[in-house]
């Protein structure tokens, strides 16, 4: 496989190895890799200017005659490279600037400062070749047609991005089967439940199979069961054709479910980028293991760094220190005073990770 | 090339089909508009009686040439209605324009296409009246084939200047964001300016330079002055000439317009 290399000025803060973090089972097509990155961003800075009034009517007459604005930095400077076949989670706090960047990687905002190039080209200036070879989902916003049934607007969608119709008719049996859309074909839009609107606005996005898919919050306010079948179809879709993904969503288990790298945003400024197995060992420091009792005891004799989290009569949950402990020493030492009839141990979770890092746990470790 | 545009015409000829499908949604909108337009037609009729009742003429035109130029102004009203403004103003409210904005298509191109159908839907729509003028006001429809060939290839031009016209005043809401003054605004000054409610011949002479030195007239006046044998047949090759010059004039401004504007749109959160 051609090793790429990003230049020296897409280079992300944080050293990251993109080959490290490529799934295993990446298919042929994966293999074709080009040389040429996916997306190429390079100190992109977006500024806007909000008007200024002053409250009351007073304010609002004032700031007809001498208009004052302000002017809000929602990007600022961030440079990252995505290779072809990646996909990416990009998370950050509310405000934090991820949807901005979004929108100008589509080509629909014009960046203030900064360039971007996705698969080689500038998506503002060259829109309608950057729109051909992308796609989006704007969890909050619909991109077809409120009044048409699902399969008119699916078959506008082809028309316009002219797949031909034999290709059209098997993606659309295939996302049918996968989405489960065969119900909701006939329905117009604006009579789907949220989770139906979702897997109809996915299919929309994928139909004419773009190379690079920015997910903008697709999960959001859905169920479980929806949750996991558009993870599943992403991760279809990703590995049969090697789509490039950006996903950003306040939903951790999307990232944990279907990224392998992820960039962390705060105030327009990148503040960690790399593979997420990375963050996990670096700030994951604490682990759960939650055993199946038969009686629980009376006072626990367990080694430095662990903590008990929860004890009831038939569960036990411990919280450890990996630095201090393993996993197999807290467990030898329960097992020692307790019968334990089953135990598991749960992976670091992400978001208190996150949270660790939004607390400032990045330049805890650079002071360190 | 004959391959390309048969390409475009298939992509653009999609876009044109969904807006009789979207009319056609909401039934309820045919039959209020009807109501509405046959009202309308009622009191512009009653009005001139009265006006002509202390008069033979006005403007050089008789009652009956005035009568016939309003009820085909009430026909035809459909070559006055311009949504873009609000459109705009919807999509980029709704942030609508993003997706809008990454269609692999021409964004005007897209737009015009589907004013057109729906130029082709509300004129369906409006038989009805059509039947009322002619059974209930003596509408008497003209019959040489030649003024109404004037009139096609007239009304398709105005309509088309008044395009590229309200695209420029909508091209205004990337940098108000506020739409329902704007909008209101235009659609009076469009009624009034276009022709819909008085023939042009009856405005005073200053009035009448200022509307003919403005786009409005251009897709109601001008071709229903040929229908309603104001304008004689034989000027019609000067004032397409004419309605040609507001067609590439305001198409290439409302390009540049555009151009600079959408750098001014903001989609705000998620």
Redesign the interface.
Known sequence: MASVTPPAQFAPPVAYNAESVRPAEAPARWELVSLMPAIEVHDLRKV?RIPRKDPGVAGAVKALFRPRFDEKVAVDGLSFTVQPGEMVGYIGVNGAG??TTI?ML?????PSGGSVRVLGRDPHQE???N??E?G?V??????M?W??ALT?SL??IA????IPPARYRALLDQFAETLELNELLSV?IRNMSLGQKMRAELAATLIHEPRVVYL??PT?GLDLIVKERIRDFIKEQNRTKGTTVIL?THDLGDIEELCQRVIIIDAGRIIFDGPLSTIKARFGKYREITFEVAAGAARLDLPAGVDVVRAEPRQLALRFDRTQATASQVAAAVMSQVEVRDFSLAEPDLSAIVKQIYNGALQEEAAA | MITYLRRQASIYGAIAAIVPKRFLAFEIWFWVSLILGAIEMMILVFFWRAVYGQTATLGGLSLDQTLTYILLAQVFSALADQDLIWEFGFSLREGLIAHMLLRPVGYQTSYYVQALAGLGVRLIMQLPMALLATAAFGLRWPTDPAAWGAFLVSALLGYTALFFFHWILASLTFYTTEVWGLGVLVYGLTRFFSGGLMPLAIMPVWLRTLVLAIPFAQSLAIPLNFLSGITPVAEAPATWLGQLAWVIGLGVVSQLFFRVAVRKVTVQGG
């Open positions: 806007f991820k949807s929108k589509t080509g629909v905002l014009v829109r309608v070749a729109a051909r992308v989006v704007f969890g909050q916003r619909s991109q047609w009044d048409l008119e078959s506008l028309k316009i991005y002219e117009p903008d919050e959001i950003t």
